[in-house]
Structures are given as structure tokens and as C-alpha cells.
T-cell receptor, first 113, second 112 residues
């Protein structure tokens, strides 16, 4: 768990601002997933990325949300013009090329005020 | 067809008792079924997993029972301890899609 680093751990944004969430996968992992967890609810798939490619973004809202995983540096989940309904915990998970185990970070808890 | 249905939503068990959490799936393409454990304020961590060619897998106090024909699988926690109090998620995975489909979670509380 400690191997996947997410920051910040807590983020407070006013409505209309941008939120930028960062995820550094475990060393050697080239697959990154983002999940959203609402209070008292399960983990909802948002997007699956490999280095420089978005593989599956079927869980991502069409507007205001974007994700990237550049060749160098962390994966970024970006939420523009945040609204109160975006308040949630956002988890990043990474996999090896051949693995089935998802290693999760500790999450970023976004609060929109 | 992508859903994984998990029950119960919450569970209270006495210390030393057996905790049972059930999941049902529809997608017959799933070929890996993990259970993840999540403590408050932490990310989920893999607890135990099973492939559909096996009907049962045991690791310590944790056992997965798998019924392929019924498309159901369950987690049994024997001799439940207060330290097992957490949220448990089942999931389905299809090779090639690299996408977990999670159940909605079960909040387990083990009373001392």
C-alpha cells in the first residue's frame, strides 16, 4: 500500500476552482487506475491509463474531468470547475504488466466548499 | 452485466464468531475474483483471491468459497477479531480488460 504515493492527502477547493490530484505508481508499474469512492459507497472505476495513453475512460464524466500519465512524472487526475458533488475520496491503483493485484494509494480526500 | 452485487451492506459479529460476506456476478468473462480489505482512512489492500477453476481457497482465517454455476462467491472469516473490523470489497476481473469491477462493500464490525 505504501508504495503507491498520492498527494495531497486532503484537498479543499471552493466551487468553481480546479482540483489536481497526483499519483506516483509503484516502481516498475506502468498501469494506473483511478477510482472514486463516495461516503458509504463502493469504488467506482473512472479511468485506466498506461504511460502516455488513456486505455479506458468509460467511468469518467465527459465534462470537467481529465487524466494523464506522462512518460515522466506522476499520473494526474484533473477536475475543473469543481462542484459539491465532486467531494469524495479518489484512489489511484497501479499494476505490473503481468499482475492482477491492484496496489492502492492512500487516497486524496477532496472537499468542495 | 458488469455488476458485482455484494451483501450484506454491514455486518456485526461477536469476537470469535464467523463473518460471511457474499457476492454475485453476471459477467461470465470474469476470471479472477479478489477480496480487498480497507481500513478507515486507508486505501484498499488485497486480502485473498481465487480463480474460477477452484472451488475454495483458504489463507489462515480467511476462506473464499466459489460456486461457478451459481455465479457466486463468498468470504468467510473464521474466529473473527476486532482487528478485522474494516470494509471488505469483492471484485471481478477479466484478463485483457485490466479493469476491476468492485462490489459496493461490506462494513464489518467485530465486537470485543
Amino acid at each position: 500500500n505504501a508504495g503507491v504515493m498520492q498527494n495531497p492527502r486532503h484537498l479543499v477547493r471552493r466551487r468553481g476552482q480546479e482540483a489536481r490530484l497526483r499519483c506516483s505508481p509503484m516502481k516498475g508499474h506502468s498501469h494506473v487506475y483511478w477510482y472514486r469512492q463516495l461516503p458509504e459507497e463502493g469504488l467506482k472505476f473512472m479511468v485506466y491509463l498506461q504511460k502516455e495513453n488513456i486505455i479506458d475512460e468509460s467511468g469518467m464524466p465527459k465534462e470537467r474531468f481529465s487524466a494523464e500519465f506522462p512518460k515522466e512524472g506522476p499520473s494526474i487526475l484533473r477536475i475543473q470547475q469543481v462542484v459539491r458533488g465532486d467531494s469524495a475520496a479518489y484512489f489511484c491503483a497501479s499494476f505490473t504488466n503481468s499482475g492482477t493485484e491492484a496496489f492502492f494509494g492512500q487516497g486524496t480526500r477532496l472537499t468542495v466548499v | 452485466q458488469q455488476q458485482v452485487k455484494q451483501s450484506p451492506q454491514s455486518l456485526i459479529v461477536q469476537k470469535g464468531g464467523i463473518s460471511i460476506i457474499n457476492c454475485a456476478y453476471e459477467n461470465t468473462a470474469f476470471d479472477y475474483f479478489p477480496w480487498y480489505q480497507q481500513f478507515p482512512g486507508k486505501g484498499p489492500a488485497l486480502l485473498i483471491a481465487i480463480r474460477p477453476d477452484v472451488s475454495e481457497k483458504k489463507e489462515g482465517r480467511f476462506t473464499i468459497s466459489f460456486n461457478k454455476s451459481a455465479k457466486q462467491f463468498s468470504l468467510h472469516i473464521m474466529d473473527s477479531q476486532p482487528g478485522d473490523s474494516a470494509t471488505y470489497f469483492c471484485a471481478g476481473w477479466t484478463s485483457g480488460t485490466y479493469k476491476y469491477i468492485f462490489g459496493t462493500g461490506t462494513r464489518l464490525k467485530v465486537l470485543a
